[in-house]
């Protein structure tokens, strides 16, 4: 049994929440946060302890695991303090603000020999992770290049409005570029070259990019596109288009018919997903429509501690790239020129 605390007590630690309580092999245990609300809220129904901090349930709390939901900026000491603790340690995306936060994070738990992983849910949906098993097949040849868009709205719910400052949220680029980012460098690998033009607010940094990747192993080419600059009641858009030798792929936020299969030689075909066994509640409140994804994570999580396996479907390093890809974007928004990784 893996008993388990939860950093951060939100929106995303609140999905986290509802995944463990699904799962036979772990107890949720403690959960912190500064808000008496959400301590109060947490504990309801559950036989945990809560802590006003998460140096506390540190210190306090038994353990093996924390599941950091954290605002961004706090995402590197949080897990640093856990690893080197011991403690294996869940992270919410993006990884942290900086790629030398991100070693440092790496570094203690590579140190102290416990398992770290960086919760890129894309990896996980079962309409990506489709996606990607049709490319590991190698059924239509090799990938010639992707494209793939994702825009909302500002984020205004958070707690003292962290998302909006740059600061602490990194901003749309970092924020909500990296799901992309990172699903593109799964498919591809690493790029050596970004090119990105994009707008900057005052207050809330890059708000939009248009980034463009190349130099892959492969020799394919990539491109996403990402946006807070929407109104409130603007939908949240996703889409993927996958261009391959004998095919295309591609999905759709707008699209009901789910992933798109297309090979060059005619047809059209709609592959399902994995049919996952998530807990029942429906939408999680925070853009993507139910637990399939973070489920799944948080099982894979789970069963590479139980086995004593690095994760090797997120490893750390490719959490740190995906960090890197968007840091190189806002750079090259900011100077006109493409930048070298």
């Known amino acids: 049994m893996i008993r388990v605390g939860i950093a951060g007590l939100g929106g995303m630690g609140g999905v986290h929440a509802r995944c463990y309580a699904a799962l036979p092999n772990t107890q949720l245990v403690a959960g912190a946060d500064l808000e008496p609300e959400r301590r109060q809220r947490f504990a309801e129904g559950r036989e945990v302890q809560v802590f006003d901090s998460y140096q506390a349930m540190l210190a306090s709390a038994d353990i093996d695991m924390v599941d950091i939901c954290l605002p961004t900026y706090l995402h590197a000491e949080a897990a640093v303090a856990f690893a080197s603790a011991k403690r294996h340690v869940l992270c919410e995306k993006p990884m942290a603000l900086s790629v030398a936060d991100c070693d440092r994070m790496i570094a203690a738990a590579d140190t102290a020999g416990v398992q770290l ?7 996980f949906s079962p309409d990506y992770a489709l996606v990607k098993e049709i490319d590991d097949s190698g059924r239509f040849g090799q990938v010639l290049s992707v494209s793939a868009t994702r825009l909302g709205g500002r984020p205004m719910w958070s707690w003292q409005h962290w998302f909006s ?6 901003g749309a680029i970092l924020d909500l570029h990296v799901h992309d980012i990172d699903f593109i460098g799964c498919l591809l690998g690493r790029p050596t070259t970004i090119s990105a033009v994009g707008t900057f607010s005052g207050s809330t940094g890059a708000d939009t990019s248009f980034t463009s990747m190349t130099g892959f192993p492969g020799g394919a080419v990539a491109f996403a596109e ?15 288009r996958v261009d391959l030798e004998g095919g295309s792929v591609a999905l759709s936020s707008a699209s009901p018919t789910g992933v798109l299969v297309c090979p060059a030689d005619g047809g059209a075909e709609h592959p399902e997903p994995q049919q996952i066994a998530a ?26 501690i139980e086995k004593g396996e690095r994760p090797a479907r997120v490893p750390p390093e490719a959490s740190r790239q ?11 928004i900011r100077t006109g020129r493409p930048v070298a990784l």
């Not at 992983?117 to 990896?123: D, S």
């Not at 939408?283 to 994804?293: E, P």
Request: hydrophobic fraction near 40%; glycine fraction near 10%; proline fraction near 6%.
């Open 117 to 123: 992983m960086i919760a890129q849910v894309l990896r």
């Open 165 to 170: 400052d740059p600061e602490r949220s990194g």
């Open 226 to 240: 990402t946006s807070w600059m929407r109104g409130p009641e603007f939908p949240f858009v996703t889409a993927l």
């Open 279 to 304: 807990p029942e509640g429906g939408n999680t409140g925070i853009n993507i429509d139910d637990l399939d994804g973070y489920f799944l994570e948080i099982e894979y999580f789970l069963e590479c």
């Open 322 to 332: 995906a960090v890197a890809i968007c840091l190189a974007a806002g750079e090259s």
